[in-house]
């Protein structure tokens, strides 16, 4: 149990909070400011990254993932300094993934070739859509136009591109997604995350929505022939679903993402990070102080997280279930029954066999597509009493 992680990996997310502008729909933690200390900012980071050396010496670094926020506004020369850290401290994996998020705009575009050389090797685009009307709505900043020319310039630096589209957005046809996908697929390099339009709490969607607008949302019988139409073009393009809302080529899944599926451990580094770390044999839950100054002072004094949270073996096998039905690939009910200390239900799996939501063999348990389109339902079922 002491190094249960390793078989989901290990990996280092760092978040930059800072946004252009702040889209309607997010709900991320991201911040608009018009005055950013670059320097301190990088210092910090290499601070934080000190500090969860100290704690995971001797460890295999898989993957690590520049989220936000917009991490694109990040100076190449901070990429640079924070990778150069890190290889300072951890052994690389051989085939080590290094991720960043990006916006599509024309000024983020010229730091590619920046962010390149500082070793990332994928980039994951913003695009959300491929119709201007749709990105103005959207609260987007780029146009089409400035999308596809970003997409080009990032296909020349790196080998691995992948971007995001919404669906079941206002005043959306299925014959309107069905051609936007196709001309998605067209671009693609070896990975899509194509998500579903959620109102969050909180969002000026959200105020908008409880104040009766966002007029044109698609019926629930919509979006699940919307979802039915993704899974179909993306299975005859080559790029089947492998994770709920992420389709990729064969051997071009998201590396950093499956550490988080598969339950893996990782170090969350920016303000609002969450983390899993296994340490001397306890698994704790962390999360950094969320707003950029509360964190950003505390990293002088080594105080970015909030109290840990040990994970307690049966939330562990919870979360492991939960994250692992995500994937096609599902779980391993042995490792499952180790976390959780007794077996998985199995008149509640034949149960869900039977109804063609899941399948099962002696080693693993996975969620069918029609379990995956009713993923909470199934989870639900299969978690003890």
């Given at each position: ?9 290990f990996?280092l997310?760092?978040?930059?909070p800072?946004?252009?502008?702040k889209?309607?729909y997010?709900?991320f933690?991201s911040?608009?400011?018009q005055?950013?200390?670059q320097?301190a900012?990088?210092n910090?980071?290499l ?6 050396a100290e ?18 506004l ?10 150069d ?5 951890w052994?690389l994996a ?6 960043l998020?990006a916006?599509?705009?024309?000024v983020?575009?010229q ?9 990332v090797?994928?980039?994951s685009m913003?695009?959300q ?19 596809r020319a ?6 020349a ?5 992948s ?10 046809t ?5 051609a936007e996908l196709s001309?998605a ?9 194509l ?6 709490p ?8 409880d ?8 019926a629930d019988?919509l979006?699940?022939d919307m ?6 073009l ?11 809302s ?17 339950h ?6 920016g303000?609002g ?11 704790w ?10 964190w950003?002072p505390r990293?002088d004094?080594?105080r970015?997280e909030?109290?840990?949270v040990a994970?307690?073996?049966?939330d562990q096998a919870?979360e492991?279930?939960m ?11 042995q ?9 998985l ?5 034949r149960?869900?066999?039977?109804m063609?939501m899941?399948t099962?063999?002696n080693?693993s348990l996975?969620?069918t597509?029609?379990?995956?389109m ?12």
């Open positions: 149990m002491t190094e249960e992680w390793r078989q989901g990996g990996g997310y760092l978040h930059w800072f946004c252009a502008a889209c309607p997010c709900d933690n911040h608009v400011s005055q950013i200390d320097a900012w990088r910090a980071y601070r934080e990254i000190d500090r969860y704690l995971t010496q001797g460890r295999v670094l898989n993957s690590v993932f520049f989220g936000g926020g917009t991490p694109s990040m100076p190449a020369e901070t990429v640079h300094a924070i990778l850290r890190v290889r300072d401290h052994t051989n085939d080590l993934e290094i991720t998020e916006n599509p705009g024309s983020e575009a730091r590619f070739a920046g962010y390149a050389d500082a070793g090797d994928r980039v913003g695009i859509a491929l119709n201007d009307t749709d990105l103005r709505r959207l609260g987007r900043i780029h146009t089409v136009n400035e999308a970003a997409f080009d310039i990032a296909r630096q790196f080998e691995r591109v971007f995001d589209l919404i669906y079941a957005r206002q005043d959306q299925l014959a309107d997604w069905r001309e697929l067209g671009m693609a390099v070896d990975h899509l995350s998500y579903q339009l959620t109102i969050e909180g969002t000026a969607f959200g105020a908008r929505f104040a009766g607008g966002l007029k044109g949302l698609p019988d979006a699940v979802y039915e139409a993704t899974q179909e993306c299975d005859a393009a080559g790029m089947p679903a492998y994770e709920v992420n389709h990729a080529a064969k051997g071009a899944e998201s590396r950093h993402n499956l550490i988080y599926w598969r893996g451990d990782y170090i969350g580094i303000p990070a969450h983390g899993r770390l296994t340490l001397s044999g306890t698994r839950a962390t999360e950094a102080y969320a707003h950029p100054d509360a950003l990293s004094m080594g970015t909030k109290p840990r994970i307690s073996a049966k919870g492991y279930l994250m692992g039905l995500r994937i096609s690939s599902g779980i391993d009910l490792r499952y029954a180790n976390l959780a200390g007794a077996p239900n199995p008149i509640k799996i149960d869900l066999q039977e063609g899941v099962a063999t080693h996975a969620a597509p029609a379990g995956r009713v993923l909470n339902a199934v989870i639900t079922q299969l978690l003890p009493d």
